[in-house]
Nanobody, 115 residues
Framework: QVQLVESGGGLVQAGESLRLSCKAS????????VGWYRQAPGKQRELVAS???????NYADSATGRFTISRDIAKDTVTLQMNSLKPEDTAVYYC?????????WGQGTQVTVSS
C-alpha cells in the first residue's frame, strides 16, 4: 500500500504558473510509473503527464511545452510544474502511482484558472 498526498493547487489567472506536489508514503523508487491526471467537471479523467522509472516522460498534447513532471527521490515527491496556464486547465489534478500493475491515487487538488 502507498498513500499519495497532493498539494499546490489554487486559483490563478491565465498565464500564471503553479507547482503541484505529490508526497508518497514510501520510496518512489519502487514506482514503475508516476503520473498526473486531471478531471474537469463533466469530463473523463485524462492523463496530463507521466514518468517511468527509467526516466521516460509522456505528456498530453495540451501539456506539451507548458508542463514538466519531475521527481525528488530524497523527498519521495513527484512534482508537476505548470506554466502559461489556461482556463481550460481548470480541473481536479490527481497523482497516480503504478506499482507492479497496481494503481494508487491521491485525493486530488483543485486547480482553477481564471481568464
Amino acid at each position: 500500500q502507498v498513500q499519495l498526498v497532493e498539494s499546490g493547487g489554487g486559483l490563478v489567472q491565465a498565464g500564471e504558473s503553479l507547482r503541484l506536489s505529490c508526497k508518497a508514503s514510501r520510496s518512489i523508487l519502487s514506482f514503475n510509473v508516476v503520473g498526473w491526471y486531471r478531471q474537469a467537471p463533466g469530463k473523463q479523467r485524462e492523463l496530463v503527464a507521466s514518468r517511468s522509472s527509467g526516466g521516460r516522460t509522456n505528456y498530453a498534447d495540451s501539456a506539451t511545452g507548458r508542463f514538466t513532471i519531475s521527481r525528488d527521490i530524497a523527498k519521495d515527491t513527484v512534482t508537476l510544474q505548470m506554466n502559461s496556464l489556461k482556463p481550460e486547465d481548470t480541473a481536479v489534478y490527481y497523482c497516480n502511482a503504478n506499482i507492479i500493475g497496481n494503481n494508487y491515487w491521491g485525493q486530488g487538488t483543485q486547480v482553477t484558472v481564471s481568464s
